[in-house]
């Protein structure tokens, strides 16, 4: 443990880890993106889809062990008994800062397969970024406005057809989806400036959820409900992290049924719609309850509000 050591010298030598750690996985991916392009073959692109997911895992074991070298860190993680590596998962959680793409990430190394992003469809074009994601299979989506579709109507359902396209090499390996539904890390100012009804959290954003629901369906065994906090680090929790501040990391995971109740038409279906936003709003706040009744438990008072990265 280096956490002794004063955070100003450990801040820029763990920032310069963590980045040589994205920078040499990025490289070793990159070009198996390159070779899926010129080697359209299925039997190729398993074999470097096995590749990337290798690479994916030991960008994630660097990431855990540089986290666990910097701080005296304690993770607490509850309610993933039920999980396995051989089922397929779309994981939805809170955001609280980019810490937390690594967090769940080590969660999900001995327990699930590793995390896949939905990625928009124009980034695929982009240098390295786009063939680097694609090798690591990483879905694309493709969606069309409101606008367009009036211009165009022919395309309506397209964009659910695209991704679904985009998703049927999971058809095969267990995959797990995650997607950060409140859209951005939540701070003070911006649950003021979307006058969020949450203590701790900002208003959850249906349309993306829906989307891949409605494009893989009842391909996933469940839906994992993921309550990320850092009880301890309240203020800025990646500078915290990488000065050797990072005390507690506490991971609650809720299993949840994927049926008829969450796979519907959301943007054509207005019954549907309706519904689904009641479902996760509701989520939502049994999520915030979670964390109050977390907070609630500690021998310090918390005050109201601060919990979000600033």
């Keep these: 443990m280096l956490s002794f050591l004063p955070g100003v010298l450990l801040l820029p030598l763990s920032f310069s880890l963590f980045a040589l750690n994205l920078a040499f996985w990025g490289i070793l991916v990159t070009p198996l993106g390159l ?20 690479c994916y895992r030991g960008w994630t074991a660097v990431n855990t062990f540089l986290i666990n070298i910097f701080n005296n860190v304690e993770w607490q993680i509850s309610g993933a008994q039920t999980l396995d590596k051989d089922s397929w998962y779309l994981l939805i959680a809170n955001h ?21 992003f939905f990625l ?42 695209t991704t679904r396209k985009s998703c049927e090499k999971f058809l095969h390996t267990p995959t797990t989806i995650i997607n950060f539904v409140e859209g951005s890390r939540c701070t003070k100012q911006k649950q003021q400036q979307r006058h969020s009804p949450f203590v701790h959290l900002l208003p959850p954003k249906a349309g ?34 990488l000065m050797g501040r990072l ?64």
């Design 35 to 54: 070779l899926k392009l010129l080697l359209p073959f299925a039997t190729v692109h398993r074999l470097i889809a096995a590749i990337g997911r290798r």
């Design 96 to 116: 609280k800062s980019w810490v937390d793409i690594p967090v769940v990430s080590t969660f999900a190394y001995p327990l699930i397969p590793e995390p896949k």
């Design 120 to 161: 928009k469809d124009q980034l695929k074009w982009v240098p390295f970024l786009g063939t680097g994601c694609w090798a690591l299979d990483m879905p694309y989506m493709k969606r069309y406005s409101a606008a367009t579709l009036a211009k165009k109507p022919h395309l309506k359902g397209k964009d659910i057809e």
């Design 208 to 241: 993306g959820i829906a989307f891949t629901l409605a494009s893989m369906g009842e391909q996933f065994n469940a839906i994992l409900d993921i309550t990320l906090i850092y009880p301890e680090n309240q203020g800025h929790v990646a500078l915290d992290m």
């Design 247 to 310: 005390t507690k990391v506490v991971i609650h995971a809720e299993v949840l049924a994927v049926n008829e109740a969450v796979i519907g038409d959301y943007f054509n279906d207005a019954v549907f719609r309706e519904r689904f936003q009641q479902w996760l709003n509701q989520r939502w706040q049994l999520k915030d309850a979670y964390i109050s009744q977390y907070y609630q438990q500690q021998t310090q008072p918390v005050l109201t509000n601060q919990h979000c990265e600033n």
